[in-house]
Nanobody
Framework: QVQLVESGGGLVQPGGSLRLSCAASGFTFSNYAMSWYRQAPGKERESVASITSAGGSTNYADSVKGRFTISRDNAKNQVYLQMNSLKPEDTAVYYC????????????WGQGTQVTVSS
């Protein structure tokens, strides 16, 4: 059974930090690019950060560049999102995504974890 389980969300003050984790199982993790998406109330889901299957390349949304860092540990089937200098506009549900293209697209999603940045 394919599973992506996010953890590490919570309530933090502006300027604070959080580290999100995503534990993957049920598929060959090292074959998949991993991404973090987020969705705030009333807004579209947006891509925050992504990392290639071997971890050799990363990509970030302009809104988080310089503040967030995505990383992965293929030996542990885990992907992480280190979030620093958090702003209220970072408040959203954060989702873990696994994706690959081999003849067809394959996409897996986690259930999400809530991040709230507020005084």
């Amino acid at each position: 059974q394919v599973q992506l389980v996010e953890s590490g969300g919570g309530l933090v003050q502006p300027g604070g930090s959080l580290r999100l984790s995503c534990a993957a199982s049920g598929f060959t993790f090292s074959n998949y690019a991993m991404s973090w998406y987020r969705q705030a109330p009333g807004k579209e889901r947006e891509s925050v950060a992504s990392i290639t299957s071997a971890g050799g390349s990363t990509n970030y949304a302009d809104s988080v560049k310089g503040r967030f860092t995505i990383s992965r540990d293929n030996a542990k089937n885990q992907v992480y999102l280190q979030m620093n200098s958090l702003k209220p506009e970072d408040t959203a549900v954060y989702y873990c995504n696994a994706r690959r293209f081999y003849l067809y697209w394959t996409d897996y999603w986690g259930q999400g974890t809530q991040v709230t940045v507020s005084s």
